[in-house]
């Protein structure tokens, strides 16, 4: 399987929209519930988008993308991690799909190694 | 448990709206929601799409003791998601197939299962929703108001969206001044008219006066009185269209 670097993630400025984020391979991938899905370039309205890049994941290889069908976990080969997940609950209990920057150390040792963890392809 | 927090104590953070957050400034304590619960999260590191639009801008940071809360797994949270899914007739449908607007709708579903849940144990008050894998994952708090009053350090702190809290405090304080003195304002307001209408109704009654004195006073008198050069006719006339005219 080819392996791509990580460019940077499209922030939305709409919360109808997904984040996204780039690969070096001019691939564009929307972060989804459980899973990512690839966007057409010429389909993406850029004006709804704010650019993120980020020292220690701009440029770094993509070691593997995890899903337990909810949070999506793109790892780095540095060691470094973006969690797309659950980032907040208003008060009335309804959460919030969002982006989070992690490292492998911010996590049990033995947390990738769960079986219910399933490999994206992208 | 974060860095520094006592023994049984946590810090989590409390998402609202501008209103809401003047509200729980003003009252120094949360409120429960229409289902009942306060809402709290465990990792607000986050960012979320349309952040600059959200419906919820300004957050709170609390401590909170979670000791014997009871606990929704992740599995238990991921079940109520699938049965909402399948209430919706979404089984066939891949999470990551779902669009926005499906998604919102199997939420609100999961949402209302977990308050049933939460609901039917009788006396729970406190609850921890693990919403993510793992230990450091991120988890919900979801409390009653008796178990923020029993759990939640009074000594919150507002870390987001604190100036729309502020500009939304101060435009309550100048309206809710302004309602204060309303009935005052409203007499004042009556009696500046009052005033107008004696401003106005003192030229009259020099009139009245002058055409008074006129009407006592020779052409002549009056002239030299009121430093005039009306002639006896003109100042005949002037008494008869003030005496008709006022």
Redesign the interface.
Known sequence: MNRFEFLEIY?????????MFKVNNNRIYSF??????EEMENEIDYNKYNLESKVGYTGILIEKILT????VYLILENGNVI?S?????????????????KKCS???SD?FL?E?FKEIAY | MGMGDPPGTTTAY???SVA?GASIINDGTFK????G?????T?A????????????PVQFEVTVNMSNAHEISYKQW?GF?NEAKAQLGLSEV?????S?DQ??QV??IR?IK??NYMNSIEGANAFIIN????????K?Y?LKNEAVASRVSRAFELTRGGSQVSQYLSTMSRLSTWASFGRAALRLTGEALIMEGLLYAIPEYNKAQENYNRNKLSYKEYNKKYNTNYTESQYKSLVNMGESGY
């Not at chain 1, 989804?32 to 899905?37: A, C, F, P, V």
């Not at chain 1, 997940?85 to 920057?101: A, F, Q």
């Open positions: 922030i939305p400025k709409n919360e109808e929209d997904w984040y989804r519930l459980g899973g990512i899905k337990d069908d909810e949070c969690v997940g659950w980032v907040s609950i208003d008060n009335e209990g309804l959460p919030s799909l969002g982006l989070r920057y911010d996590f049990e947390f769960d219910e | 409390h998402n609202t809401d429960a929601g229409q289902s619960w306060n809402y709290f999260m990792d590191s986050g960012s979320k799409a349309g952040s600059e639009v959200a419906k919820a991921n998601f891949a999470n990551a197939d779902l926005k998604l919102k939420n609100k949402n977990a308050v919403a993510e894998k793992g230990a450091s994952g991120q919900f979801a």
